[in-house]
């Protein structure tokens, strides 16, 4: 089989989670590093179709949205399955609330400890202004919650490592360092 790209952000949570997939299927890729504002190489890879991440290409096939990511990898590789058959209508529901419904309202619990963490001022402004809101502004409203689910690392974000364990150390992607379950690269 030929060689995977992922096209990603480092702090993308869309992008973690087919990274988190990959490596549970022991799947090596190719960490395809995207610019925030540049949307050449995603424009590029999708023919025009699709300008977010991630973006999965795997022999010649380009496939888009984390969701159908998953679906499309867990067709082709059955190893390690993700979706059983038996749940598939359930996962779908549960996927589909998780990403369009849940997301939003934790976003603002775990974005500005991420964009803190990551020490990119121009990559925080430009977030700020896609959310609407300042980091601040997002903590000061989401205070009560944090104090509520701050003993859940997952929730806060303290725990968020990007999966890059199994990615390649010879990416031609701008993602380099030590491939060990880092903490979150500067370059996003
Ligand atoms: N439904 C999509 C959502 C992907 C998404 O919104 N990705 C974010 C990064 S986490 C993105 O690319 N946003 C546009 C941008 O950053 O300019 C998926 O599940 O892949």
């Excluded at 929730?155 to 010879?170: I, L, N, P, T, V």
Aim: glycine fraction near 6%; include cysteine.
């Amino acid at each position: 089989m030929g060689e995977i790209n992922l096209y990603e952000y480092p702090i993308s949570p869309f992008s973690e989670k087919v990274r988190r997939v990959l490596t549970y299927k022991h799947l090596k890729w190719h960490p395809i590093d995207c610019h925030y504002e540049d949307k050449t190489n995603l424009l590029a890879v999708t023919k025009g179709a699709w300008t977010r991440v991630p973006v999965l290409e795997w022999d010649g096939e380009v496939v888009y949205n984390s969701a159908d990511i998953i679906k499309w990898l867990d067709r082709k590789v059955p190893a390690n399955r993700v979706i059983p058959d038996d749940s598939r209508l359930l996962i779908e529901l549960i996927d589909n609330w998780a990403d369009n419904t849940f997301f939003m309202s934790i976003l603002f619990l775990t974005i500005p400890d991420l964009l803190d963490g990551v020490g990119d001022a121009k990559l925080k402004a430009n977030r700020e202004k896609l959310i609407g809101m300042t980091t601040a502004q997002m903590r000061e409203r989401h205070a009560p919650m944090k104090g509520q689910l701050g003993s859940y690392e997952f929730f806060d974000g303290a725990g968020f490592q990007k999966r890059q364990s199994m990615a390649r150390k010879d990416s031609r992607s701008r993602v380099g360092g030590d491939f060990n379950g880092a903490q979150i690269s500067s370059r996003s």
